[in-house]
């Protein structure tokens, strides 16, 4: 019988169907509404906004250090009523031979679902006190000509394109679109062309909150409120290879960002209004 589980087991992890993970609580940051965030080295940078009433007036990144678990810094971007952070990725260049920290790809819905446009900001550190200042600015096609809703964007790890990814127009798929990443150039405003790739998986009946990647694979996690997922996708394929419900681990309810800490993947959830952030390691 011994047997018998074990090879069940083996069967349905290779289905995707495994379920085992181990978490770690990191830190938590007091900040209103979170979005989106990634890290470079220790430090951790998260988008919070919001731009529904009653309390439309916030919009700011907070600094943590992982390592220490500790808040460094909050800096008050000011409020854009039509703002909605939907994803943020370092990329491995710099503005500057000379800057500390590399450049910061900042994906923006604008209401409703018509203008859509990603901010690349320079960062500058002094101590702990950070300034955040849009460098170059990607205009990409309206997400309704290109049949999705509620973009987000990051890009490849090659350096060279830069993925989309959004709903279908009927809310059932959740639909990826390569595109070549335009080259940066300090002050400039460029456009988009057409996808280069497409493919498409099952969605959830939950938000789609945001992705990263790593070695091929897109790490996306979906939910809000009454339950919420870690979904993994290989790129090469257009498939999804895995799935675990948060809920089962005594997680909260809705992630709001995906990155990878060195090798270690971590998820930041919302609760309550502040960030709470986690290591996930997938057994």
């Not at 009523?81 to 491995?92: A, I």
């Not at 009946?205 to 290989?234: H, I, P, S």
Request: glycine residues 6%; negative net charge.
């Amino acid at each position: 019988m011994r047997r018998l589980l074990v090879a069940l087991a083996v069967l349905l992890s290779a289905a995707g169907y495994a379920q085992d993970i181990a978490t770690r609580h990191i830190c938590s940051i007091d900040r209103r509404y979170p979005n989106d965030g990634d890290c470079f080295g220790d430090l951790f940078f998260q988008f919070h906004s919001q731009n529904q009433e009653p309390e439309g007036d916030f919009h700011g990144v907070s600094v943590a250090n992982l390592k220490s678990g500790k808040t460094l810094a909050f800096t008050d971007l000011g409020f854009n009523e039509n703002f909605h952070n939907s994803s943020l990725t370092f990329v491995r260049r710099k503005a500057c031979l000379f800057d500390r920290l590399p450049l910061l790809y900042a994906s923006e819905n604008y209401a409703p679902n018509e203008y859509y446009k990603i901010h690349v900001y320079r960062i500058k550190r002094s101590g702990d006190a950070f300034s955040f200042d849009i460098v170059q600015t990607i205009e990409m096609p309206s997400p309704d000509s290109l049949g999705i809703l509620y973009p987000h964007a990051i890009p490849d790890e090659d350096g060279k394109h830069l993925w989309i990814e959004g709903y279908s127009q009927d809310k059932k798929r959740t639909v990826f679109m390569l595109f070549d990443l335009p080259a940066f150039k300090s002050g400039s405003t460029v456009s988009m062309g057409e996808p280069l790739r497409r493919f498409d998986i099952k969605r959830k009946k939950v938000t789609d909150q945001a992705y990263c990647m790593r070695n091929g694979k897109f790490y996306q996690v979906v939910g809000v409120k009454r339950e919420a997922w870690l979904r993994v996708v290989d790129i090469a394929t257009g498939t999804l290879e895995r799935e675990v419900l948060f809920n089962d681990h005594d997680l909260p309810h809705e992630p709001e960002a995906v990155f990878f800490w060195h090798d270690q993947l971590c998820v930041s959830f919302s609760v309550d209004g502040r960030a709470e952030v986690y290591t996930v390691d997938l057994l």
